[in-house]
């Protein structure tokens, strides 16, 4: 039997690869606050992870961006809030480390396995 | 990889808001600059920003969805100087009047409060970034 390195890795590549371009979104989110006009975006995590194909774990397609609907609009256009968007630029990142922490995991699992310890 | 375009998403924060902090520092500081005419005085001064979408979805495929802020113009508010009986000023006119720009001091301090908190979340995005990185970095490690 051997090891597929695809079936270790699982959906955690494409999460990975999601929180990074979602850290992108929400950083141009953050970066753009003062920006009369401009339209905060966001991804929908969990609907891009269910629309994964589960033979193909790197989608081929990018995320489908959508708009946040503000809490509170403001006159000039501009909907990014500074709390929500630092609030979900945080819990991204640790999201990030994670995904990271449980691929950490795995590998370590391998080696294991490969060490025969 | 996505992580260079945040950088330059952050640092372009950072220099747009810096250049802001700079047009408060200048309003502020010739709040009571004086002038003989009402020409000559010194006129608010406003950052415009913009967001530039990155638009590489062509040719990379990845990191798409950011925008980065640009400072389109600097422009001078335009509002009208406040005359000011004030006789013993060596530029007051013959009515003994002197002109004053119309700087709105609460206004421009509010303004640098608000730069510095955009400034620092980007120093918070691009902090989180780094620790992001570093942990891709050691992946696999023990």
Redesign the interface.
Same mark, same amino acid.
Do not use: C, Y
């Given at each position: 039997m051997s090891i597929r390195i695809d079936d270790v890795v699982g959906v955690h590549g494409r999460a990975?690869?999601l929180r990074?371009?979602r850290?992108?979104?929400l950083?141009?989110n953050?970066?753009?606050?003062?920006?009369?006009? &401009?339209l905060a975006?966001d991804?929908d995590f969990a609907g891009e992870m269910q629309r994964l194909d589960p033979q193909q774990r790197f989608a081929a397609s990018?995320?489908e961006?959508k708009y946040r609907v503000p809490t509170q609009p403001s006159q000039d256009g501009n909907s990014v809030e500074?709390s929500v968007e630092?609030a979900a630029?945080?819990k991204n990142?640790m999201d &990030?480390?994670t995904s990271?922490t449980f691929?950490?995991m795995k590998?370590?699992g391998l080696k294991q396995a490969i060490e025969g310890r | 990889?996505?992580?260079d375009?945040?950088y330059r998403?952050?640092g372009?924060?950072m220099n747009?808001?810096t250049v $802001?902090l700079n047009t408060v520092a200048s309003n502020l500081a010739n709040a009571d600059s004086a002038a003989a005419k009402a020409e000559d005085v010194y006129q608010a001064r406003k950052p415009v920003?913009?967001?530039v979408y990155n638009n590489d979805?062509l040719t990379r495929?990845? #990191?798409?969805? #950011?925008?980065?802020?640009q400072v389109l113009d600097v422009v001078t508010a335009g509002r009208e100087p406040v005359r000011r009986f004030d006789p013993d000023n060596p530029l007051a006119d013959d009515q003994g009047y002197v002109f004053y720009a119309d700087i709105d001091q609460i206004e421009e301090m509010t303004d640098m409060m608000?730069?510095t $908190?955009?400034f620092e979340?980007?120093v918070?995005?691009l902090n989180?970034?780094k620790?992001?990185q570093q942990?891709?970095l050691?992946?696999?490690?023990?």
């Open positions: 990975l690869e990074m371009q850290s992108e979104i950083a141009a953050l970066a753009n606050e003062d920006t009369p006009g &401009f975006r991804i990018s995320a961006l500074l630092q630029f945080s990142a &990030f480390q990271l691929l950490s590998f370590r | 990889m996505a992580f375009s945040i998403i952050a372009s924060s747009a808001q $802001r920003f913009a967001a979805q495929g990845v #990191g798409m969805g #950011g925008a980065h802020v608000s730069a $908190r955009s979340t980007s918070e995005v989180r970034l620790s992001m942990g891709l050691k992946l696999g490690e023990s």
